[in-house]
């Protein structure tokens, strides 16, 4: 096999993260280019600024390109922003000869992307989830079976068009090709979930600085994703308003908290305060009882400031349960639930604040983790936090591009009989 460069460029609201690897005979891919730049231009997920967003762009690009000694063409990107929703649909076709062939299954995903939607939305993913053969469910491999009617539900993510030709227009003008769009929650769902995560239930929320992406899967496939628009940054606004400190002081206290909460970076009388979340100690508190304030010096961060433990972590607490809350409405009333039985995954930089998932735990009432992203080699330290869950997705997601069809980008490299042989691959990966 030959060696095979794969980009992909995480585009957040933070930092543009650009990653280059190499893959060669069936390995894992290597990665041999990193770079992440501060974002420009990029509000919520979504390109504000053209110009700024390309220079950011290729900034990050450019500097993976010299650390990997190679320049790219084909890139692979991440999409993500308030009006990102979903839908599952159905395609129907008859089967055309004495056997389901390939071609059967083709006809039926496209079937199910006959549908209605806005002029001003496109489906970026179309993925299947299982197969029924005259009315037999739950098929993942149908084809060499035998049947006359050929159903296929699949989960198809839609996106205005407006997003993605941004996003297209800003790395085109570094000069490169944007090969595939992919989702932000469904690119960190294939670098932080496990199969059985996904056969038993489980909820991913990938927290950025702008928005929170949300996928949910059930039995082994996906059943909803969408996003909403707040993220950690807000959580530094509010620590910037309620302790009266500028946005820079407030993101280094945000950053630091882990450190302040575990005695790392505290003042001697504040050695033995509780880390445990506000909210739980509430709900243990013995009635009546006051707690102590404890309080933090934050000159040991840079910030020429006291302030009282509890105070700062109400602040953050209040902000993360305003997220988990308009994840959990949004999830509601598309008719499904956001606690599955093997809990929350909690994934993007803002899963690393302290105790969070000991929160998440207490709103939702089921287990919840930290995801972190795996599955690359090579220089993986500086991208093995989960606030590069994204970016080893889209990775991973290349490798085996075309397991759904994507129609956000022209692939006109691509023919017909490679699409069937890597759906072919993709359906075999599937049998136990």
């Not at 990029?42 to 500097?63: H, M, R």
């Not at 739950?138 to 049947?147: D, L, Q, T, W």
């Not at 993360?320 to 993007?348: H, Q, R, W």
Request: glycine share 8%; hydrophobic share 35%.
């Amino acid at each position: 096999m030959a060696r095979k460069i794969i980009t992909a460029i995480d585009v957040g609201s933070s930092k543009i993260t650009t990653v280059i690897t190499a893959v060669e005979d069936n390995q894992q891919p290597t990665v041999i280019g990193v770079c992440s730049h501060p974002s420009k231009g990029i509000k919520k997920g979504v390109v504000v600024n053209i110009d700024d967003a390309t220079s950011a762009i290729s900034e990050s690009v450019t500097a993976a390109e010299r650390m990997a000694g190679v320049t790219v063409s084909d890139v692979y990107v991440s999409i993500n922003g308030e009006q990102v929703t979903s839908l599952n649909n159905k395609g129907v076709v008859a089967v055309a000869g004495s056997e389901i062939t390939i071609d059967d299954t083709y006809r039926a995903i496209e079937n199910a992307r006959t549908l209605s939607l806005p002029d001003n939305l496109n489906p970026i993913h179309i993925i299947p989830r299982e197969f029924v053969v005259d009315n037999q469910g739950g098929i993942k491999y149908p084809i060499g079976m035998s049947g006359g009617r050929l159903e296929v539900e699949t989960h198809i993510i839609t996106a205005p068009n407006s997003y993605w030709q941004n996003i297209k227009k800003c790395v085109d003008q570094i000069g490169s090709n944007v090969y595939d769009v992919i989702f932000t929650g469904w690119a960190s769902s294939l670098s932080v979930l496990t199969d059985t995560e996904k056969e038993l239930g489980v909820t991913l929320l990938d927290i950025g600085s702008g928005t929170t992406s949300i996928c949910i899967f059930q039995e082994g496939s996906v059943i909803y994703s969408g996003s909403i628009p707040i993220g950690g940054n807000n959580i530094t606004s509010d620590i910037a308003i309620g302790l009266q400190v500028s946005l820079e002081d407030a993101e280094k206290i945000k950053i630091n908290m882990g450190d302040l909460f575990d005695n790392k970076c505290v003042d001697n009388k504040s050695k033995n305060m509780d880390s445990t979340p506000a909210l739980l100690r509430k709900l243990d508190e013995p009635k009546g009882k006051k707690e102590k304030s404890e309080e933090v010096d934050l000159n040991v961060i840079g910030v020429d400031k006291k302030v009282s433990k509890d105070m700062l972590q109400k602040i953050v607490e209040a902000r993360c349960e305003e997220v988990f809350e308009m994840a959990k409405d949004n999830v509601t009333k598309a008719g499904y639930e956001i606690s599955m039985p093997a809990g929350i995954v909690l994934t993007g930089g803002t899963s690393l604040l302290r105790n969070l998932t000991k929160l998440t735990q207490c709103v939702f009432g089921v287990a919840a983790r930290v995801g972190y992203p795996s599955g690359l080699t090579g220089m993986t330290e500086e991208i093995s936090d989960p606030s590069y869950a994204t970016v080893q997705g889209l990775i991973k997601h290349a490798l085996d591009d075309d397991v759904e069809i994507s129609s956000s980008v022209d692939k006109g490299k691509s023919s017909m009989s490679g699409f069937f042989n890597k759906v072919t691959e993709w359906f075999k990966s599937l049998l136990p």
